[in-house]
């Protein structure tokens, strides 16, 4: 809208100034590497330079933020610029040299807001292909639906072609008929004959053809809000685990005891102890056998309180027995069918799938049975309650498709994981399930021949299949170092990855008593517990050391 001199308002607003020096155009373009602002000019200039050509430069709107600059309290002339990591406190260049941090290690603030950057525009991307993906499916739904409605006009074009040529055919009929009576009357000898009267009365023609009116198709719009929507492409939550706050006071003179509180000592210690002492064993060995008692072919098997073993079989019973074999509990399932794989909820509750009735059961510690969740359509095959924060991870299929639900320790569902960022259908049949250190979800398919793995947010990381020419992968498990462990049926052997997918050996062969392993889990001394599908045998085996 243009002023005129009387229109032109007391008020103006300000304007971004390029950053570059002597130059006053407006600001339109950002240079996120040397977080300055660029007006268009001085942004071609600084693209065409030797020097910053490989710069990201965006649009102001879309720049990234900068590490706001804080003066230290104690040093004001210096600037908060690293993060102690024993201590969680941010710190400036001169508070690091003192006595109470000596030995400590030290992070550049800019390394730890870079990281959190890329995480948050890993997000954005991986959003933004969500969104694609789905565009695509509903470009894809839509051509689909309108090839059909094509194909259905098409069908009612040809109906009436056909009745038309038939109307056509009948009036050229009774045309010819009309001209062959006005011969007949037009002949002399037939004018004043009485036989043409009676022969009338005779007269056939042919009734004229049956038609139907086409019924034309009707659309029925689909029903969807603001939230289904939300639901299909999912939602950016902050997790449930509250950052940890630090207990430090203010350092008021130099020779402040500033210490770490127990906690983070002890997960720190916990931490490096375990990288720093764990590592894979030149070889393995095995350290028991033996046989469950009450179980007939191993289905699976999950860890329990106290270091004991939980066992379902291909029939209708669970049972617990201690590190050498013993039972301590025999549970026969309410129904008398098959049990599926079970877990060990954070409450101490034994859960386990049925897949007849598409439930999730639950045995509490009194062996009182109970329904937990009911998963509607889906067939549960395979579940994992997570150590970290209770959550419960489902594996299901209907009608050949499968996915993996994420479920609260309540049993209220909140999330799907069904496809990859290209729209691909991640899953078949996800046989066995179970969670890494890091969040990813690992998953065993045996109709895709592949343990397929996913982060926490769903977002797919790898896919495993095997060494050779078949795969076929039952159990899954990872341990203490994110170390990812399978079972193939085919070749007998247990595989064992990092947590980046890496394959780095097979563990076990038939020759080590691999046989017929069809489910596997990490005790508490970090041994590996394999469980045989073809009879009741479990191994323990130690591969760290």
């Known amino acids: 809208m243009a002023y005129s001199e009387l229109q032109v308002p007391d008020t103006a607003q300000h304007y971004l100034v390029c950053g570059f020096e002597d130059c006053e155009n407006n600001c339109l373009f950002y240079c996120n590497p040397c977080h300055q602002p660029l007006c268009e000019q001085c942004r071609d200039k600084h693209e065409k330079s030797p020097d910053t050509r490989n710069h990201e430069v965006v649009s102001y709107r879309h720049r990234k933020n900068q590490l706001p600059v804080e003066k230290c309290r104690d040093h004001p002339t ?13 710190l400036c260049s001169k508070c690091s040299t003192l006595l109470v941090h000596k030995g400590h290690s030290f992070t550049d603030l800019e390394t730890i807001y870079t990281e959190i950057t890329k995480i948050m525009d890993s997000i954005r991307t991986f959003m933004r292909d969500e969104a694609k993906s789905l565009k695509t499916l509903v470009d894809e739904v ?62 056939t023609i042919q009734s004229i053809p049956d038609t139907a009116t086409p019924i034309p198709p009707e659309f029925t719009a689909g029903r969807y809000s603001k939230e289904d929507v939300v639901k299909l492409l999912g939602r950016i939550t902050v997790p449930q685990t509250k950052p940890e706050k630090t207990n430090l006071k203010a350092m008021e003179i130099a020779s402040t005891h500033i210490k770490p509180t127990g906690k983070q000592m002890r997960e720190g210690r916990e931490n490096s ?15 028991r056998e033996y046989g469950v008692p009450g179980v007939d072919r191993i289905q699976h098997i999950t860890l329990g309180k106290s270091s004991s073993l939980w066992v379902s079989d291909y029939c209708s019973n669970i049972v617990q027995t201690d590190q050498k074999g013993n039972q301590l509990q025999r549970i026969h399932t309410k129904d008398g069918r098959y049990v599926g794989n079970l877990t060990i909820t954070q409450d101490g509750d034994l859960i386990y799938t049925d897949k007849h009735n598409n439930i999730i059961n639950r045995i509490t510690l009194d062996n009182t049975i109970t329904e937990f969740i009911k998963t509607g359509d889906w067939t549960p095959l395979s579940i994992h309650s997570s150590r970290t924060n209770g959550d419960n991870l ?9 996915k ?41 398919d045996l109709i895709k021949q592949a343990v397929v793995v996913v982060k926490k947010s769903g977002q797919h990381r790898f896919s495993y299949t095997g060494q050779g020419s078949e795969f076929y992968p039952r159990g899954v498990c990872t341990d203490r170092l994110g170390h990812i462990l399978m079972c193939d049926i085919y070749s007998n052997t247990v595989h064992l990855l990092d947590q980046d997918g890496q394959f780095l050996c097979l563990l076990l062969k038939q020759q ?33 050391q």
Request: include cysteine; proline fraction near 3%.
């Open 394 to 402: 489902l594996g299901m299929i209907k009608e050949g498709k499968g």
């Open 78 to 90: 210096k600037d908060i610029d690293i993060l102690c990591d024993e201590c969680n406190v941010p």
């Open 142 to 203: 839509t051509s689909d639906n309108i090839e059909q409605v094509n194909k259905m006009e098409g069908s009612i074009w040809k109906m009436l072609h056909s009745q038309h040529k038939t109307y056509h055919d009948y009036i050229c009929y009774l045309d010819d008929l009309v001209k062959k009576f006005h011969g007949y009357l037009s002949s002399t000898q037939l004018q004043n004959n009485p036989i043409i009267f009676p022969l009338t009365e005779h007269l």
């Open 512 to 544: 080590q008593g691999a046989w017929s392993p069809c489910s596997v889990c990490v005790d508490d001394e970090d041994n590996l517990i394999v469980g045989q599908w073809k009879t009741n045998t479990v191994t323990v085996y130690k591969y760290l």
């Open 273 to 287: 102890d375990v990288k720093q002492t764990l590592s894979l064993s030149s070889s393995v060995t095995k350290v």
């Open 404 to 444: 993996v639900t994420r479920y609260n320790k309540t049993g209220k569902e909140i999330q799907n994981i069904e496809r990859d960022n290209k729209g691909q259908e991640l899953y078949s049949y996800p046989h066995y399930i179970t969670e890494n250190i890091n969040g990813d979800i690992c998953t065993s």
